[in-house]
């Protein structure tokens, strides 16, 4: 596609329940990463995807969350028994090499924990 | 760094003013750097990005200014204009090896106010 595609746009959900957030590349993007920012912050990390690589998970901040990125290309950001501290926009961006080359951001996720 | 929980610090200009945006990086392995700009509602969008073996970048309105002595970053915006209101992200990526080779790793953020 023509930039990074994120879906839902927006997402409300009951405090105990689980959502997947979904995330579409740009085509050819070897490199993926998860961001969530709460309202009025900066950028948390979350998880890093290169290629055929072992994600970079150091960013998950509890076992509740999980990510995978199935083919190389659509990944999916996974939250089991949502808490209302959860709520926040997820941005997911890609870039195409390790090299010297800015990640495109997709329009983010807005969580909202009910 | 990553930035947690932190409330973001602000610089407030008069349009028509310079402004001058800093950022401190932590990585000293890190050779490739961005600024991005993010306005309401919208993922952040690049400005500007330098190498490690520039110490300076010139765009259309927009100087980024690299010292890696100090690990330091800023982002000059000259005759700054209400469209530039928005929240600045430094970024910084490490392309030498490891476990976070390329990982984006981004700044703390500005919030920059311009006024008419």
């Known amino acids: 596609g023509a930039g990074v595609s994120q879906s839902p746009s927006n997402k409300v959900t009951e405090k105990g329940k689980d959502v997947e957030l979904r995330c579409d590349p740009i085509s050819g993007h070897t490199a993926l990463y998860w961001y969530r920012q709460s309202l009025g912050q900066g950028l948390e990390f979350l998880i890093y995807f290169q290629g055929n690589s072992a994600p970079d998970k150091s960013g998950l901040p509890s076992d509740r969350f999980s990510a995978e990125r199935t083919g190389g290309s659509v990944s999916t950001l996974t939250i089991q028994r949502t808490q209302q501290e959860d709520s926040a926009v997820y941005l997911c961006?890609?870039?195409?090499?390790?090299?010297?080359?800015?990640?495109?951001f997709g329009q983010g996720t807005r969580l909202t924990v009910v | 760094g990553e930035s947690v929980g932190l409330h973001l610090p602000t610089l407030s200009v008069q349009e028509g003013d310079n402004s001058i945006i800093n950022c401190a990086y932590s990585n000293s392995a890190s050779d490739y750097f961005i600024w991005y700009k993010q306005e309401s509602g919208k993922g952040p969008q690049f400005i500007i990005d330098i190498r490690s073996n520039m110490d300076k970048r010139q765009g259309q309105r927009v100087t980024v200014l690299l010292n890696k002595t100090v690990k330091h970053l800023s982002l000059q915006i000259a005759a700054t204009q209400p469209g530039d209101s928005a929240v600045y992200f430094c970024?910084?990526?490490?392309?030498?090896?490891?476990?976070?080779?390329?990982?984006?790793?981004f700044g703390q953020g500005t919030i920059l106010t311009v006024h008419p």
């Open positions: 961006a890609s870039s195409s090499t390790r090299g010297n080359t800015e990640a495109f």
């Open positions: 970024a910084e990526k490490e392309n030498a090896g490891g476990t976070s080779y390329g990982k984006l790793t």
